[in-house]
């Protein structure tokens, strides 16, 4: 017992030692130009050409017109030049919809039952980098195993390793037997329900604060069914109106923002008259419902990606879902595009959303083609994955543009996606907070 005590004390001695080494040689300012032969700073606004991003300690410093040198930025030293002369630079995107931690298989059942919170956090980091990788800065995580999660976001912020930012929900609320539910083991099996599983009005603002206090940056919950959990019911209405209003007052009086997971009309109407911030899905929206959206200023994340994957693989997989999930995913999937596009000509504010863990860490940008697809313009689908996203996830002052003293989070594609928006597929350079993930 001793021994082991002496040697823990040593190795905290050999870690402070390490950091506070570390913390010395750190101190003289890191700057790095970036010249862009083609720049949009702001989605909203037509691109310049030949530009100059002045980046100092993971800031923008400045933005300047032509391609300038060290000696032109006064104070500036051992400056890092990186030419994107023929490239196509603009802010990092943001996915606000992901499951880090996930990856959809035919094994879910079992998964559900065997994946330790260690191996979610391990094998989450690596999906984390794959979106990274994908041009995607920032993502917002709406639900998983959240001890994991968390430990993702904070290592990342660490700088302990290399991955998009992360805002993150913690358990998603849902009430017991829903859709954020685990149903369909025998009890012994299954265990208790984790923290984010409620009932009635009292009992879901525990929940809510129960998910700020072990870290949630927002808060998600199902305000109707879903198409993958193992249950029948449909994508109707789960919660009642009056804990859908108790789950998003409590989190707003703490500060923190709701996203509702929604498919049926109903239940999307009910969540907007809650309050809500931001309606993921959306399934079964109308005109009515356009009406209420404008009305409240919440946001639609489409999930289109989401959609398409469940019906190619309900399609062209038999077997992969259980039969009550595959009638779900046929009936569900084809209609997402439809209501996106009556959203987008009702004026609805949209932020881009992938549902990534359903689909493949990494081909999130598959989503921004479906965009296009379902009526949006080119250049509103690039703003819903900058401007809109980042608005929504109430981080404007540091993402979204690019802009003196915001994050150095900034992607290259070779070609101009306001004309050709499968270029962004495949970013060539990849840089968040001032590190550069590809080139
Ligand atoms: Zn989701």
Wanted: proline letters at 3%.
């Amino acid at each position: 017992m001793l021994k082991k005590l002496f040697w823990m004390l040593v190795a905290i001695g050999v870690t402070i030692g390490i950091f506070s080494g570390e913390a010395v040689a750190k101190k003289s300012d890191t700057w790095i130009i970036i010249h862009a032969g083609t720049l949009m700073a702001d989605a909203r606004k037509p691109p310049r050409s030949r530009q100059s991003i002045v980046i100092k300690n993971r800031k923008i410093f400045d933005i300047r017109n032509g391609y300038i040198s060290a000696a032109d930025v006064a104070g500036a030293e051992k400056v890092k030049i990186i030419e994107l002369k023929n490239r196509f630079v603009m802010a990092g995107m943001i996915d606000s919809h992901t499951h880090v931690t996930e990856q959809m298989t035919a094994h879910a059942r079992e998964k559900a039952v065997t994946t330790t919170e260690s191996e979610y956090a391990l094998i989450g980091s690596v999906y984390a980098r794959r979106i990274l990788n994908a041009g995607f800065t920032t993502i917002r995580n709406v639900g998983g195993p959240r001890e994991a999660v968390f430990a993702i976001r904070n290592s990342i912020r660490k700088d302990q390793i290399l991955g998009p930012r992360i805002v993150a929900s913690g358990y998603i609320i849902s009430p017991l037997g829903g859709h954020g539910d685990t149903n369909g083991f025998r009890p012994d099996v299954f265990g208790t329900p984790n923290s984010g599983i409620c009932n009635g009005a009292d009992d879901c603002r525990r929940a809510v604060r129960d998910q700020i206090k072990y870290g949630a940056d927002m808060i998600k919950y199902v305000a109707t069914g879903g198409v993958l959990s193992k249950i029948a019911t449909g994508t109707g209405q789960q919660f009642t109106d009056a804990e859908q209003a108790a789950i998003v007052q409590t989190a707003h009086m703490m500060g923190r923002k709701v996203a509702a997971h929604a498919h049926g009309k109903a239940g999307i109407e009910a969540a907007l008259r809650a309050g809500v911030d931001s309606i993921e899905h959306g399934s079964y929206l109308d005109e009515g419902t356009v009406k209420l959206f404008r009305k409240t200023g919440a946001y639609l994340v489409p999930t289109l990606l989401a959609g398409k994957t469940v019906v190619d693989i309900a399609t062209n997989k038999p077997g992969f879902f259980l039969p009550e999930v595959a009638a779900k995913a046929k009936r569900v999937g084809p209609i997402m595009a439809h209501a996106l596009n009556i959203a987008y000509k009702g004026g609805v504010k949209i932020a881009f959303g992938t549902d990534s863990g359903v689909s493949v860490h990494g081909i999130n940008g598959q989503e921004l083609v479906l965009m296009v697809k379902a009526g949006m313009s080119r250049k509103d689908v690039l703003i819903a994955a900058t401007v809109s996203a980042a608005d929504l996830l109430g981080l404007s002052d540091s993402i979204g543009t690019l802009a003196k003293g915001k994050s150095a989070d900034i992607i290259a594609a070779r070609a101009n996606p306001l004309t050709d928006i499968s270029t962004l597929l495949k970013p060539d350079f990849v840089m968040v907070r001032g590190v550069v993930a590809v080139k």
